[in-house]
């Protein structure tokens, strides 16, 4: 079954570090996503992509954060300068061209910042 | 605006007993409703979806849902818990063919007694 998957499983930065994510979509998936959970809150929807481009976004993605796909596999989430509350487990998904809006997430990507 | 409801944060039921998460929806247009679950230390996984085709939607593990518009819910049942089915169990809105996102609840977490 094709997944989707997300580098690294966990990560520790110090506040103000820089962090990148790593997914890998699901091969023939054209719209990418990334999502996240705080400890203990609901999952909330950070920003989407096709085309090359961000197709929409939430308050949430400020400008300390920007994703790309640089390589035409890889999509990346980079966080500029961590913040303690940006500690959350970050998700990726795909989903296809058509289809009732089923999204495949990936297992996601822990970010601790102390 | 779309969003949806879970009631009960945890749900506990005994080995071979109805499982029921409860969830109510809002949406000012005909949703796309989904229901997802969260292992321990992996992504969400797709448990089923209504798309305004049958109201009564079958998932799998033995999982179903029912869409009841003049109640908004879409709660999740299954016959007889089984010890595997402990998780996190997200419902999720969406709307359209078109719409770019999910909008998840809070979560339920289900305990299986055994």
Not at chain 1, 77 to 103: P, Q
Not at chain 2, 34 to 60: E, R
Request: charged residues 15%.
């Amino acid at each position: 079954e094709p997944e989707v998957t997300q580098t690294p499983s966990h990560q520790v930065t110090q506040m103000g570090q820089e962090v990148i994510l790593r997914c890998v979509p699901i091969s023939n998936h054209l719209y990418f996503y990334w999502y996240r959970q705080i400890l203990g809150q609901k999952v909330e929807f950070l920003v989407s992509f096709y085309n090359n481009e961000i197709s929409e976004k939430s308050e949430i993605f400020d400008d300390q954060f920007s994703v790309e796909r640089p390589d035409g596999s890889n999509f990346t989430l980079k966080i500029r300068s961590t913040k303690l509350e940006d500690s959350a487990m970050y998700f990726c998904a795909s989903r296809e061209d058509f289809g009732a809006n089923v999204l495949t997430f990936g297992a996601g990507s822990r970010l601790t910042v102390l | 605006a779309q969003s949806v409801t879970q009631l009960g944060s945890h749900v506990s039921v005994s080995e071979g007993a109805l499982v029921l998460l409860r969830c109510n929806y809002s949406s000012s247009v005909p949703p796309y409703l989904f229901w997802y679950v969260q292992y321990p230390n992996q992504g969400l996984q797709l448990l089923l979806k209504y798309t305004s085709a049958a109201t009564l939607v079958k998932g799998i593990n033995g999982f179903e849902a029912e869409f009841k518009k003049s109640e908004t819910s879409f709660h999740l049942t299954k016959p007889s818990a089984h010890m595997s089915d402990a998780a996190e169990y997200f419902c999720a809105v969406s709307v359209g063919t078109g719409a770019n996102n999910l909008f998840f609840g809070t979560g339920t977490r289900l305990t299986v007694i055994p």
